[in-house]
């Protein structure tokens, strides 16, 4: 299978960013393939199936979704199918997940719908834009179409910028469509790992966690590692661990960064971060300075 990459695709060499708009049919679909970058599709027209993780999941106009790095994927049953890909590195994702993290519509974008599985990905909605956001969704989107056309001077910036925007104003205004009780656990799920993202120093406890979903902790542990691939305890650390990198490169004390990520216990701290990074926090810290 054909593995794409970000640098044919790329306008400004040393800005890892594109935005492409198509109109398919059946006949001039692409194959299925997979990238080394993230692409954000923004359907504008017309409908399909999109097919990733083993199931096929109905797209409209105006639905937004996400395709990993690395994750093979397609369209079936397209009938004049005009969508936005948006294809941009890790590098530019830095620039905005710790901003946007800690709302339910990015972990629900970005990390709990991208990993579903089995008949949880036909059965949950996608997130979609009404016509007022969807509008201004699909204005930005062809402003960054036209910096990259003519170039002119400023035009990296604008676009950068106008990409920028663009994220906000999708995970700000995206909605779950159709009827939200078919995918309750997964939005619910999204917004336990919104407010987690938010407080990870908080105390958190598995029966916390569940009386947050609505769930029983049985349910609760299920339906979260089917999501995220993880049990609760080991995400929720994972979290931890890298808050307090993030903190750790602008040289924050490594002191508070394990308080402020929830690690009252510095030896502790240091411990599970070693068996994470591989290194000690200290030379974490030593590594990002150099």
Not at 112 to 136: A, C, I, N, Y
Not at 260 to 282: L, M
Request: aromatic residues 10%; hydrophobic residues 35%.
């Amino acid at each position: 299978m054909e593995q794409n990459r970000l640098l044919p695709h790329m306008y400004w060499q040393d800005l890892p960013l594109s935005v492409q708009y198509c109109i398919h049919s059946n006949t001039t679909m692409p194959e299925d393939h997979s990238h080394t970058f993230y692409e954000l599709v923004l359907v504008r027209e017309g409908d399909a199936r999109h097919f990733m993780n083993g199931e096929r999941v109905p797209i409209r106009a105006g639905d937004v979704f996400l395709i990993p790095p690395g994750r093979p994927h397609g369209y079936r049953d397209t009938e004049h199918l005009g969508i936005y890909n948006i294809l941009f590195s890790e590098e530019i994702l830095e620039l905005f997940k710790h901003d946007l993290s800690n709302t339910p519509n990015y972990q629900m974008l970005f990390c709990v719908q991208p990993e579903l599985f089995s008949s949880l990905r036909t059965k949950t909605e996608m997130l979609t834009l009404e016509r007022e956001h969807f509008t201004k969704a699909v204005n930005l989107a062809d402003e960054i179409i036209h910096e990259e056309k003519f170039r002119a001077s400023g035009g990296r910036t604008a676009a950068l910028g106008e990409f920028l925007h663009l994220i906000a104003c999708i995970i700000r205004h995206a909605r779950v469509s159709g009827n939200r009780e078919k995918t309750t656990s997964v939005y619910q799920i999204s917004r336990l790992l919104a407010e987690m993202d938010r407080n990870c120093a908080r105390k958190w406890s598995l029966p916390e966690m569940a009386a947050f979903v609505n769930m029983s902790q049985s349910s609760f542990r299920q339906q979260f590692r089917v999501m995220t691939g993880l049990p609760p305890v080991t995400y929720l650390l994972r979290l931890r661990l890298q808050k307090a990198a993030s903190l750790l490169r602008l040289s924050g004390s490594i002191g508070k960064a394990a308080m402020h990520t929830g690690f009252p216990d510095t030896n502790y701290f240091t411990r599970q971060f070693h068996a994470f990074y591989g290194v000690s926090p200290r030379e974490y810290r030593r590594s990002c300075r150099s």
